[in-house]
C-alpha cells in the first residue's frame, strides 16, 4: 500500500503573516507613544492622546476580527475595508495635528496595504500620502523629508502585496495537496475494494469448479450405483444380479478414486516435499494425456518457500497447463521455477498455436481450472504478479512470480 504523503510545511509563510502583524503593532504602538510625547511641545498634547487611543482601540478591534477570520469565523470584506480606512484616516488625521506622527504612517500604509484590496489601497495611501506631504511642506520641512514619506509609501505597499501574494499562493498550495492526499486515499480504498471483489470472486469461481467436479463425477457415479441397486432388487436371476453387483462395486471404486482426485486437486499431499514432486507429476499427466514432451526444471538451490506461496505457484501450473492440454496443441512445453533477484520465478512456455492477449475477457479464467483474475488477485496480496506474451502460431509463455520468502 502506498504510504500516505506528508503536508508540506505551507503554514510557514502564515506564521511569517503572523509575526510581521506584531511587528507591525509594535511599530504602531511605538511611534504613536513617540509622537504624543513630541506632540505635547506642539500644545497637541490632548488631541493627539485622544487621537492615538481612537487609533488603537480600532487597530484592536480588526486584530481581533482578523483572528476570529482565522477561526472559521466568516468576515465581510466591507467590514475589512471600513476598518482599514478607518485606520487610514486616524493616522492623517494625527499627522494634522502634529507632523511628529508622518513616521507612524509607514506601519498605517502597510496596514491597509494588506487589508484593502489593490483597487482601495493605492487610492487610499496615495490620499494618507497627499495629507503627510502637505503638512510637511507647511513646516518648511527639506525636500529629503518630503521624498522619505514617498518611498516609504511606495516600499510599504510592495511589502504587503507580496506578503499577501505568498499566502494566497501557500494556501493555493495547500489546497491542492489536501485534493491529491483525498484522491490518493480515494484510490487506496478503492483498489482494496477491488482486490477484496477479486479475491471473492475468485473464492466463488473455485466453489464452482468444485460444485461442477463433483456434478460432473461423484453425483453421476451415485446415480448410476442407486439405479443398478434399485434394478438388481426387481431381478431375480442370480447371474443379473452378480453381474450388477460387480458394476455397482465398480463405479463405487472410480467413485473413490474420482474423490480421492478432487480432494488432492485442493491440497496435492507431494507438495508437503516442495514443488518438485507437484509439478513433475503435473508434467508426467501433461505428457500422457497429450503428445507434447514436457521437462520440468526445479532450481535445485531452491529452498522451502512458505505453504501459501508454493500452492499459489502449483494453482498457476494447473491452471497454465489444463489450457495447454485443451487449446494448445503443443509438441514441446517447459516448465521452471528459478531464483531471480530475490523473487521466485515460475515460467511456463509451449510452442502451440497460441492467441492475441488482447482478446482476454475482462475476468479470464482458465478453462476448468484456477481462475486467471483470482489468481492475479492472490499475487498481487502476496506482493507478486503475472505476465503473458503469446501471438497467433508462435506459442504462449507464461510468467509468475513471487517474493522470495523462505519457510517460516
Not at 79 to 104: D, M, N, P, Q, T
Not at 176 to 189: F, K, W
Not at 257 to 278: C, E, F, H, K, M
Not at 315 to 320: S, W
Request: with cysteine.
Amino acid at each position: 500500500m502506498t504510504k500516505n504523503a506528508q503536508p508540506l510545511p505551507f503554514a510557514l509563510p502564515a506564521r511569517g503573516a503572523a509575526l510581521l502583524e506584531i511587528i507591525q503593532d509594535i511599530l504602531i504602538v511605538g511611534l504613536a507613544v513617540f509622537g504624543s510625547v513630541r506632540a505635547v511641545s506642539d500644545g497637541a498634547g490632548t488631541m493627539s492622546f485622544l487621537g492615538v487611543l481612537l487609533l488603537l482601540v480600532s487597530l484592536g478591534i480588526g486584530r481581533i476580527q482578523q483572528r476570529r477570520e482565522r477561526s472559521g469565523r466568516k468576515v465581510t470584506p466591507v467590514r475589512k475595508v471600513e476598518w482599514a480606512l478607518i485606520v487610514l484616516v486616524l493616522g492623517a488625521a494625527l499627522v494634522i495635528c502634529s507632523y511628529h506622527f508622518v513616521w507612524l504612517q509607514f506601519p498605517l500604509w502597510l496596514l491597509a496595504a494588506q487589508a484593502l484590496p489593490l483597487v482601495w489601497a493605492l487610492p487610499a495611501t496615495a490620499t494618507s500620502l497627499t495629507v503627510v506631504i502637505s503638512v510637511l511642506l507647511q513646516t518648511n520641512s527639506s525636500t529629503a523629508s518630503v521624498i522619505g514619506p514617498m518611498i516609504g509609501a511606495l516600499v510599504a505597499v510592495g511589502i504587503a502585496r507580496g506578503a499577501l501574494l505568498l499566502q494566497n499562493e501557500a494556501q493555493r498550495s495547500q489546497e491542492l495537496l489536501d485534493r491529491v492526499l483525498a484522491t490518493q486515499s480515494e484510490a487506496a480504498a478503492l483498489s482494496d475494494e477491488v482486490v477484496r471483489m477479486q479475491r471473492e470472486a475468485g473464492k466463488l469461481e473455485e466453489r464452482t469448479r468444485l460444485a461442477r467436479d463433483i456434478h460432473d463425477t461423484l453425483a453421476q457415479g451415485f446415480s448410476s450405483i442407486i439405479l443398478l441397486a434399485r434394478v438388481a432388487e426387481r431381478t431375480s436371476d442370480p447371474a443379473a444380479v452378480h453381474n450388477l453387483v460387480t458394476q455397482i462395486e465398480t463405479t463405487a471404486s472410480d467413485n473413490l478414486t474420482q474423490a480421492r482426485q478432487v480432494v488432492y486437486a485442493l491440497n496435492p499431499p507431494d507438495i508437503a516435499s516442495g514443488l518438485s514432486a507437484p509439478l513433475q507429476r503435473l508434467g508426467n499427466d501433461l505428457a500422457n494425456q497429450t503428445t507434447a514432451e514436457v521437462t520440468v526444471e526445479v532450481d535445485p538451490n531452491l529452498r522451502r518457500l512458505p505453504i501459501a506461496d508454493e500452492i499459489i505457484l502449483l494453482r498457476a501450473a494447473q491452471g497454465t497447463l489444463a489450457n495447454i492440454r485443451r487449446h494448445a496443441h503443443a509438441s514441446h512445453v517447459s516448465i521452471n521455477v528459478s531464483v531471480v533477484d530475490g523473487t521466485v520465478r515460475l515460467d511456463i512456455v509451449d510452442d502451440g498455436v497460441g492467441f492475441d492477449p488482447a482478446a482476454l475477457p475482462a475476468i479470464p479464467t482458465f478453462d476448468g481450472g484456477y481462475g486467471l483474475g483470482a489468481l492475479k488477485a492472490r499475487l498481487s496480496e502476496a506482493g507478486g504478479g503475472l505476465a503473458i506474451e503469446s501471438e497467433l502460431g508462435s506459442g504462449t509463455a507464461l510468467s509468475v512470480w513471487l517474493p522470495l520468502r523462505n519457510e517460516p
